[in-house]
Structures are given as structure tokens and as C-alpha cells.
């Protein structure tokens, strides 16, 4: 990498150049990270449009679904024109669009066992946005045992709720530590089955790609062994500590 920044890049991320937390140490971080976005749905869209405006070098984005009419109010990446197209597709083009600067690469399937290992083990951080607790834990087992950071968000109704994990730290409770049943209904915590509003998905995927950067340039604090609750409708956010269980 380029000891300085050049030109063109000053101007298109000065506002964040000047947070003195950032700057053009934390830049060229942002630069040469690697960040998985699994399912580009209203999480997913709101948090892989997010990354790509602040300059995240390499962004995968896998998903198998096409873009239906229901989708729209609530995953900003698509239009009426984009139905029945590939989400990953349309979601590539669109991104490439905000910032040329971006690698994207795309995978047009869903995860499960015989993929997730050879897909997630080139990436540093991965951003779940899927709606269905299968993958979530699927995700997790993986994430743990290729000692990956990752950012779970799930959401329904006006609420959601954000975790963030660095399964490098030994003392780093799972996804499955705070649910811990075997099996969690996705009648819980999905917009499928209960609605949910759209700047609830917005909120929430701004929120993992926040906690994503912060973790690529190690600053601030993140939500280890603590679950991040928001209830929009009432606007209360609130964090609730959870522990590793052995």
C-alpha cells in the first residue's frame, strides 16, 4: 500500500480523514480489509452500503434470493426495476456505483456446511444478516472455529438486536451462549413472520457496519459478551451483558 493518500481519496472520505480516531492510519486500514456480508437483505444492504461509502477495500456479498416487491421498503440497494433479479447482482453493480474503489466479489448460493468454511476463511470479518437462526448458528460454529470477528444482527417489528464477537479472544461468549437452546423458532426476532418497519433494518445494518469498522481500526468499544437491544417504537437502546459458558 501507498504510504500517502492520493488525491482523489483525500477528497471522497475527508470527513472521516479529520475524525482524529480515524485519519489516514485508520483510512488505509479501512482500505485493506476484508469483510463477508451473508444475506443482502435489509441488514445487509443498509450495512454493505455503509462499508463501501467509508472505503472498505474487499467486500463479499452471498446470497441465493432474487428481489421480490416486498422487499423494497426496507432493502435500500433495490428499486421495481431490480425484481426478480439476482440480489448479489444487483447489489454488486449498485455498490461499485457508490465507490468504483471497492473489490467485490459475489457468491450465488446459500450458505450450509459444505460451502461456509472455503467461503468465510478469506475474510476477517463477517456481517450476518441472515433472517433464519440455521444460518445464524451455522455462521457462529464457523466463525468460532476459524476464530473470525463477527457482527449478528437480527430484527422484527420496531426492535432488533446487534452482537459483536472476536472468537480470537478465548473469553469471548457465542451467539449460542445467549440464546442456548438447541433450536430457536424464527418466529423470533423475524420480519417474515411478524413485520417490521423499514428504518428498523436500516438502523440495524448502519449499526453492524459501524461496529465492523470500529473493529477493523481498533478504536472505541464493542459489544463483547453484551447484546445490543433497540426498541425503535419507544426509542430505548439498551445493552445487556451475557457470559461464556463452558
Given amino acids: 500500500m ?8 483525500i477528497e471522497r472520505f475527508s470527513r472521516q480523514l479529520i475524525l482524529k480516531n480515524i485519519g489516514a492510519k485508520g483510512q488505509k486500514k479501512i482500505f485493506s480489509s476484508k469483510i463477508l456480508i451473508a444475506g443482502v ?26 428481489v ?8 435500500s440497494l433495490f428499486n421495481s426495476k431490480d425484481i426478480k433479479k439476482l440480489k448479489v447482482c444487483v447489489a454488486s453493480k449498485k455498490l461499485k456505483q457508490i465507490n468504483p474503489l471497492t473489490k467485490i466479489k459475489i457468491y450465488k448460493s446459500k450458505l450450509n ?10 475474510y476477517e470479518i463477517i456481517i450476518d ?3 433464519n437462526f440455521k444460518t445464524k448458528f451455522l455462521i457462529n460454529d464457523y466463525c468460532i472455529k476459524l ?4 457482527v449478528t444482527g437480527a430484527i422484527s417489528k ?19 451462549n445467549f440464546y442456548q437452546e ?22 440495524v445494518g448502519a449499526t453492524q457496519a459501524n461496529e465492523a469498522l470500529k473493529m477493523i481500526m481498533e478504536i472505541g468499544e464493542n459489544l463483547r459478551n453484551q447484546i445490543l437491544i433497540i426498541d425503535l417504537l419507544n426509542l430505548n437502546f439498551r445493552k445487556v451483558k451475557f457470559n461464556k459458558i463452558k
Fill in 2 to 9: 501507498k504510504n500517502s493518500l492520493n488525491k482523489s481519496q
Fill in 41 to 66: 437483505g435489509g441488514l445487509g444492504c443498509s450495512a454493505a452500503e455503509n462499508l463501501v461509502r467509508a472505503g472498505v477495500g474487499n467486500i463479499g456479498l452471498i446470497d441465493n434470493d432474487v
Fill in 68 to 75: 421480490n416487491l416486498s422487499n423494497i421498503h426496507r432493502q
Fill in 113 to 122: 456446511k459444505n460451502n461456509i468454511e472455503n467461503i468465510i476463511k478469506d
Fill in 129 to 131: 444478516g441472515s433472517d
Fill in 147 to 150: 476464530k473470525k470477528k463477527l
Fill in 158 to 176: 420496531f426492535d432488533g438486536h446487534i452482537f459483536t464477537f472476536d472468537f480470537k479472544d478465548k473469553k469471548t461468549a457465542s451467539l449460542k
Fill in 182 to 203: 438447541k433450536e430457536v423458532s424464527d418466529d423470533i426476532l423475524n420480519c417474515e413472520f411478524e413485520g417490521v418497519l423499514g428504518t428498523t433494518a436500516s438502523i
